[in-house]
């Protein structure tokens, strides 16, 4: 018989794992505080899928033609689907969907700030996909390569729908550049209003950044919040200039020795008022998600009923 490995054991076991950069899957051991930062990250991020599908939402019903009404629905649906498999890789560490949306709901979880704000013309669609699904994308890629399993994989397929979500949004601004001086200007005062949230989404920055050392040196997260800040104002400057839109921020300029861009600073007290719960859309967000929870209760009592009747009829079978 042998002895069951002791704490230092399995603790050794799991560096070495996150040494040789292979993956933790949710058999394995892991240390609880890494436990509890992936459920706190992945359903961070399950949340803000399912709450993001709000601002969008706005304009499925408004979208000015029955091809761009096809294409947000779509997007839409997506998100739903990211927010389930985010859900899922939840599940594999112990804690169910059902606990995590009750948290949601009652404002004890987060979600990304940038849904926080209103969509108040139909460009904000575009904007949405260009720089949000785009800020999405530069923190999302390495994510792909997380140590934990099944965040990874689900993040595989997530990143390959967001490229695409991206696509559609500067698309759709690109036909917006070519319309009338209205519509450019539609374009313009929404990329105004998107530009400094889309920076927030990386998070405060690594000085006042409480997670990003534990959660790099666990190869939870890859790369810090700053780095991969810049990798996205360098690469949406370009895209912004072949769109013909103004970036509003009056330090944005190419830095020879340095090989990217300097820029400015997002106003970090505003930050810090959404993620409390102080932004533009905070209580209406809440407020539809728990509505939505609730009308749907009679959906979910029917299929466990369901599920639960399958199983007697299979057992008596
Ligand atoms: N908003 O120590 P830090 C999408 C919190 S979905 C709100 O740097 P960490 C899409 C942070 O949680 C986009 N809260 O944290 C969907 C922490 O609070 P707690 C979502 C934020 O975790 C539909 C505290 O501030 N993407 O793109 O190391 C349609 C200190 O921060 C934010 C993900 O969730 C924020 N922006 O790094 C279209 C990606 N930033 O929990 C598009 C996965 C920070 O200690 N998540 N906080 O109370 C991550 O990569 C990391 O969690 C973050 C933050 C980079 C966001």
């Known amino acids: 018989m042998t002895a069951s490995p002791t704490e230092d054991e399995l603790q050794a076991g799991f560096d070495a794992t996150i040494g040789r950069n292979d993956r933790i899957e949710p058999r394995d051991w892991m240390p609880e505080g890494y436990r509890k930062t992936l459920v706190r990250q992945i359903a961070q991020h399950a949340h803000s899928e399912i709450i993001g599908m709000q601002p969008e939402g706005n304009w499925i019903t408004r979208a000015p033609s029955l091809r761009r009404k096809a294409v947000l629905l779509a997007k839409v649906q997506d998100e739903a689907g990211h927010g389930l498999y985010l859900y899922s890789a939840c599940e594999t560490l112990g804690t169910s969907r059902g606990e995590l949306t009750e948290k949601l709901i009652a404002g004890a979880q987060k979600y990304s700030s940038i849904f926080n704000y209103p969509t108040l013309s139909f460009a904000d ?133 340095r090989g990217a861009h300097d820029f400015g600073q997002p106003d970090w007290d505003e930050f810090l008022q959404v993620v409390k719960g102080n932004g533009p859309c905070n209580a209406q967000r809440l407020a539809h998600r728990r509505r939505a929870h609730e009308d749907g209760a009679w959906v979910r009592e029917a299929a466990m009923a369901f599920a639960r009747k399958s199983r007697e009829q299979e057992a008596s079978a």
């Open 125 to 257: 669609v575009g904007t949405i996909g260009w720089l949000v699904d785009g800020a999405a994308i530069c923190n999302q890629v390495p994510l792909c390569r997380t140590s934990f399993g099944p965040y990874g994989r689900a993040m595989i397929r997530i990143c390959k729908e967001e490229s695409f979500h991206q696509r559609q949004g500067y698309e759709l601004l690109m036909t917006m550049m070519r319309g009338t001086d209205a519509q450019r200007a539609m374009v313009q005062e929404s990329v105004d209003r998107f530009w400094w949230p889309a920076l927030m989404m990386f998070g405060p920055p690594d000085a006042d950044s409480p997670n990003t050392a534990q959660s790099m040196a666990w190869g939870i997260k890859r790369n810090t919040n700053d780095d991969l800040r810049q990798r996205f104002v360098d690469m949406t400057v370009p895209q912004a200039d072949a769109l013909g839109v103004t970036l509003p921020d009056p330090d944005l300029r190419w830095n020879e020795e």
